[in-house]
């Protein structure tokens, strides 16, 4: 399973310089279930419904993919690694390692370069 970071989504979503990158990764990876986290999924409605974006449009995108839980256990790791610094990042890779998952698919070089020890991250551009 891969695990796509909210940074992955809204590149895809609004169509981001790295769109073309992440998309020929999915492609390769097309046989693997693709999965977000609901800690995503909110912040993603929360830039479409502030933007009034029409969600009905990104819905189908979303549902498409695996939803994975963040938990009272997530947190509890994202408390005792995060250090500081980017909070939501801790939870997502916390619900990534709790699933096990084969990949957590971001842009961001310092969450890449802070839990690379933890699971193994796919950095894009």
């Known amino acids: 399973m891969i695990i796509l970071d909210t940074n992955i989504v809204v590149e895809i979503l609004e169509k981001r310089s790295r769109l073309s990158a992440v998309l020929e990764y999915l492609k390769q990876n097309q046989h693997e279930i693709i999965a977000i986290s609901t800690l995503t999924l909110s912040n993603v409605f929360y830039l479409l419904e502030s933007h009034k ?7 189908p995108l979303l549902r498409s993919y695996k939803i994975v ?9 994202a408390f005792a690694h ?14 990534a390692c709790r699933e096990a998952c084969g990949s957590f698919v971001t842009i961001d070089k310092q969450l890449a370069k802070k839990y690379d020890k933890f699971l193994p991250i796919q950095l894009i551009g």
């Open 53 to 59: 974006t029409d969600v009905s449009v990104v819905e």
């Open 69 to 77: 839980s963040v938990t009272a256990e997530d947190a509890n790791w």
């Open 82 to 95: 995060y250090k500081g610094k980017d909070f939501e990042d801790a939870l997502q890779v916390a619900s």
